[in-house]
């Protein structure tokens, strides 16, 4: 039982928040009534959060001697020698087929198989072969992961999904990335990230500014185009704003080490601005 739990906890079950971005497409789209659709949405997000699982435990593996060295990555289950590496291997290989598996049962042998299995290679490009450690790089493909999650549910679904949707989630992904080196560098908490060593603090506030800045400025145009252009939708912003600058106000105090699934677990303020925002969206988009 507890060889099962570490197993379960290598898999990082919290991060899979993350891929409620594979929903978004069912959302904006006004199907989230569609039984159908809600299916496949739910296969969907299953499969990608096992080829998810499988990076996380791949990138472990990589990184377990630094692990040993960090101040809290340490007690991850490969790190603190709970689950042995041949093991996370072992889960690695069945998670990586699993997710396979479902989605071409389920979708066929099409564009989301695609971007599934680009998620995974770019992601191991990532990890295994030293991407991470090559600055901007290391965060456009965090970011990336973001949009891919979106474009795999919208093929899924078969789901258009806007071009502006797309630049919106990959500016505020690009911002939540540079916010979170951000807290590394200055609170040394990953001295172990040899990326860090080309940031300084003033580079990633500028351009963490920039994104969040862009982030605003692509969701305003996405609430005014079409098919939203004669809707409520544009008096959503005020309240991404708001999202947005107590987000901010999070990960600038000392103490956040500014991962995104983090701060919004540990903040109710945030959960509450959340449930507000899907609240008046679904009052918008559906009725």
């Known amino acids: 039982m507890e060889k099962c739990k570490n197993i379960i906890q290598l ?38 959060s096992f080829i998810a699982s499988t990076v996380y435990i791949i990138n472990d593996i990589k990184d377990v001697k630094n692990d040993r060295r960090h101040k809290t990555k340490y007690k991850r289950p490969i790190a603190s020698g709970a689950v042995r590496i041949r093991d996370a291997i072992v889960a690695a290989c069945a998670l990586f087929f699993v997710s396979i598996a479902i ?8 564009l989301s198989l695609a971007v599934l299995l680009g998620y995974f290679f770019i992601n ?10 090559i600055p901007i790089i290391d ?17 899924a679904l ?3 999904v806007s071009k502006w949707l797309y630049l919106t989630i990959f500016a505020f ?15 040394n908490k990953d001295s ?14 500028k351009n963490m500014y920039v994104c969040l800045t862009l982030g605003i400025v692509f969701y305003s145009l996405w609430t005014i185009a079409p098919p939203y252009d004669h809707s409520l939708l544009f008096w959503t912003i005020p309240i991404v704003m708001v999202i947005i600058m107590n987000y901010s106000l999070l990960i600038e105090r000392e103490e956040s080490e500014g991962d995104p699934v983090n701060v919004l677990l540990g903040s109710i303020n945030l959960k509450l601005l959340l ?13």
């Open 139 to 155: 965060v456009f493909i965090l970011s990336a992961g973001f949009i891919l999650r979106i474009i795999y549910g919208g093929l």
């Open 192 to 205: 172990t990230r040899p990326v860090n060593k080309f940031y300084t603090k003033d580079f990633l506030d």
């Open 11 to 48: 898999a990082r079950p919290r991060h899979y928040i993350k891929n409620i971005l594979i929903l978004l497409p069912l959302f904006f789209g006004g199907l989230l009534f569609d039984c159908g659709l809600i299916v496949k949405a739910l296969i969907a997000f299953t499969s990608f």
């Open 158 to 160: 078969g789901i258009p």
């Open 275 to 287: 449930l507000l925002y899907a609240t008046t969206l679904m009052g918008v988009i559906y009725l």
């Open 173 to 187: 992904s690009f911002y939540m990335g540079l916010g979170k080196r951000r807290n590394e560098l200055i609170n």
């Open 103 to 110: 989605n071409v049962l389920a979708f066929g042998i099409n």
């Open 124 to 133: 191991i490009l990532y990890s295994v072969f030293g991407l991470k450690n």
